[in-house]
């Protein structure tokens, strides 16, 4: 599963997804993210706290929240929703972010969210959105957010989202956003625990495989709109990141 980077601020956004040893590097967007163990457990890094996820556990994940998913065996459900469609929520906790991101979902409500997908009605969607959020809600406590370095690594991924396929580089962003390249450099590492570029090169392979899993676009095509100047570089890092050719992958889909 590749997050849809094209379509997360869309305002009714959903996107659910049942999958198994799901792994994911650090990033952040727009959207919630709810994810649920069903089988085994799951390491999930939300900024500085880390969560070990076991069978009935969940993570509640706001938007703009730091976060990864690591898991070598575990069987999940994720789902990623627009902050519009739980929208008196969103309202309610503006400007707050969980001290603690953990909490345990009712059954019901995991086995709901699991019928849920993007074509669903808005009713439905909210009608069990918003059960989720209350059930979250019960036993959540919240901080104020907002800090410098949490505004700072907004406007990076920002920049990334929507500089991907052209002239997405270091000196670019520092271009863009008016800070030094090398404390860039040295922030992000820091942050994020990966360089900018590695970032970048793992957001585009996520676009090229979105592509790839939802079209009948050539290979090279993909890798053209993904930002890749060449099939050969696209080539060899699809390989380095994910085991597999870009033909190996698409005739798995």
Known sequence: MFYEFKHLGSPDYLKVEMGNDFSFPVHLHQCYEVIVILEGEMEIMVESSKHILKQGEGLLI??????SLKSTHSKHVLCIFSPRLVQAYSTNVKGKKPANNKFKPDEYLVREISRLSFDSTTTAKKGILYSLCANFDESAEYVKRGNEDEKL???I???VESEFDSECTLSALAREIGYDYSYLSRFFKKAVGITFNAYVNYYRLSHACYLM????????QCAMESGYASLRSFNRNFKQYFGMTPIEYRKGV
């Not at 899993?213 to 090279?220: G, H, Q, R, V």
């Open 62 to 67: 706001f938007p703009n929240q730091l976060h």
């Open 153 to 155: 690594l907004l406007k």
């Open 157 to 159: 991924f920002s920049f």
């Open 213 to 220: 899993e939802n079209s009948d676009a050539p290979i090279l």
